[in-house]
């Protein structure tokens, strides 16, 4: 993929992201753009395809807390241009497979059963369920024109280590090949990178976020 971080694209997966959440679809805001999540400490997110103008505009605009900004850089090359009202989270991390990940062992450990739920003819949801009551770890899928959107992959931390994240990708995936979509897309924390690069995920972009708190 090129360098330049797509804006296509972007807007694609932040209505998966949205979808997922059963939030309203996202607007445009100028170059970016924005989506009206509606909670206590995240009223609001700008989401910008590059820094620009109009992200440091709004930087610089907003002082009411809980409006989250995100944009596709680094902290470093964000730090020195936002007031230092923002507090900045975690780097995340844009990241695209397209072709087949590298799963070689999808067999599920002794006590363990997978449960796939379509929710609607574009979205997904994979659960592994311990016993089959307790559940271990949840992935979804949601399918945005030519693109795979995976979100939220989740493992209980008692069940972690035993490769069922991998698994959940692994269902996913095969959904999404069913439907014919070969282009996959996540945004990743620092751990899950590292557990999606083993997968043969690779980077796109960085991933800041930052919001004023209450």
Not at 3 to 13: C, H, I, P, T
Not at 15 to 38: A, T
Not at 156 to 169: Q, S, T, Y
Not at 181 to 197: R, S
Request: hydrophobic share 40%; proline share 5%.
């Amino acid at each position: 993929m090129s360098n330049k971080v797509s804006e296509e694209l972007v807007g694609k997966w932040l209505k998966g992201w949205s979808l997922s959440r059963d939030l309203p679809l996202p607007d445009r805001y100028k170059s970016g753009f924005r989506v009206d999540v509606g909670e206590e400490k995240q009223k609001t997110r700008y989401v910008f395809p590059e820094l620009n103008d109009d992200f440091i505009q709004l930087a610089e605009t907003v002082t009411e807390p809980w409006v989250y900004l995100k944009v596709c850089t680094s902290h470093e090359e964000l730090k020195s241009l936002v007031p230092e009202r923002w507090i900045f989270k975690p780097e995340g991390y844009m990241m695209y497979c397209s072709s087949p990940m590298s799963i070689p062992d999808t067999a599920l450990p002794d006590h363990y059963s997978a449960e796939i739920q379509c929710m609607t003819p574009e979205y997904f949801t994979v659960k592994i369920l311990c016993n089959k009551t307790e559940w271990a770890a949840v992935g979804r899928l949601l399918i945005v024109n030519d693109v795979a959107i995976y979100d939220r992959i989740v493992t209980e931390e008692k069940h972690r280590r035993k490769g069922l994240a991998r698994i959940v990708m692994a269902r996913l995936e095969e959904i999404a090949v069913s439907k014919g979509i070969f282009n996959n897309f996540l945004v990743a924390t620092e751990q899950g990178k590292l557990l999606y690069e083993s997968l043969g995920w690779k980077l796109y972009s960085r991933y800041s976020s930052i919001v004023i708190p209450g």
